[in-house]
């Protein structure tokens, strides 16, 4: 049981280049979420799936695109991607939204714009 | 607007000295407050749930109390390997703009020299 897990664990992009960051949970969990880490700033949602089919917008979406492949799989695209999006970006899982079921996280994707 | 402050935003304590750090928070209806512990180039590791004033948990030399605006985490004899960064984060029973997930605090970087 490997719980979450994210590909790549590091990436250097240059500003327009896109890219797919990677999420697979084996918890058979119902909601999964992607948020960015960044210094001074604590951990913010970008967006989350509530369920296999939807996904919706969280507090900073812009410049970001999802898709739920299945239960497993959650993944975050950046199509042109922009210095600012320099950052650690964590995904988490939760076996049913709501009820404040705790989040599992995964280790993290450092991701460099340059 | 969801709301969470951590303090100190840093601490640094000797071994066997103890302590507390502080979550206070504003939210719309709580629906859990939760901690998290996340060591460096690692995801947040889940440490405690809680649901409503006056609720405590304990974990070997953890434990999280909390009140109607904070909660506290309170380390007890620590040892250096409880040094790591303490994220505490809240979720709303009614989330604006559909947004569901986790409003965290900018954590508490606590280090425990021996």
């Known amino acids: 049981n490997a719980g979450v897990t994210q590909t790549p664990k590091f990436q250097v992009l240059k500003t327009g280049q896109s890219m797919t960051l990677q999420c697979a949970q084996d918890m058979n969990h119902n909601s999964m979420y992607w948020y960015r880490q960044d210094p001074g700033m604590g951990l913010r949602l970008i967006y989350y799936?509530?369920?296999?089919?939807?996904?919706d917008k969280g507090e900073v979406p812009n410049g970001y695109n999802v898709s739920r492949l299945n239960k497993r799989e959650f993944s975050l695209r950046l199509e042109s991607a922009a210095p600012s999006q320099t950052s650690v970006y964590f995904c988490?899982?939760?076996?049913?939204?709501?009820?404040?079921?705790?989040?599992?996280f995964g280790p993290g994707t450092r991701l460099t714009v340059t | 607007e969801d709301q969470v402050t951590q303090s100190p935003e840093a601490l640094r304590l000797q071994e066997g000295e103890s302590s507390s750090l502080n979550c206070s928070y504003t939210v719309s209806g709580l629906r859990g407050l939760f901690w998290y512990r996340q060591d460096p180039g690692k995801g947040p590791e889940f440490l405690f749930t809680l649901y409503s004033a006056g609720e405590e948990k304990e974990k070997e030399r953890l434990k999280a109390t909390l009140t109607k605006k904070e909660s506290f985490l309170h380390i007890t004899a620590p040892k250096p390997e409880d040094s790591a960064t303490y994220l505490c984060a809240v979720q709303a029973m009614y989330s604006g703009g559909g947004a569901d997930g986790l409003t965290f605090g900018k954590g508490t970087h606590l280090i425990i020299q021996p």
């Open positions: 799936s509530a369920s296999e089919g939807t996904t």
């Open positions: 988490a899982s939760v076996p049913l939204r709501g009820r404040g079921y705790e989040q599992y």
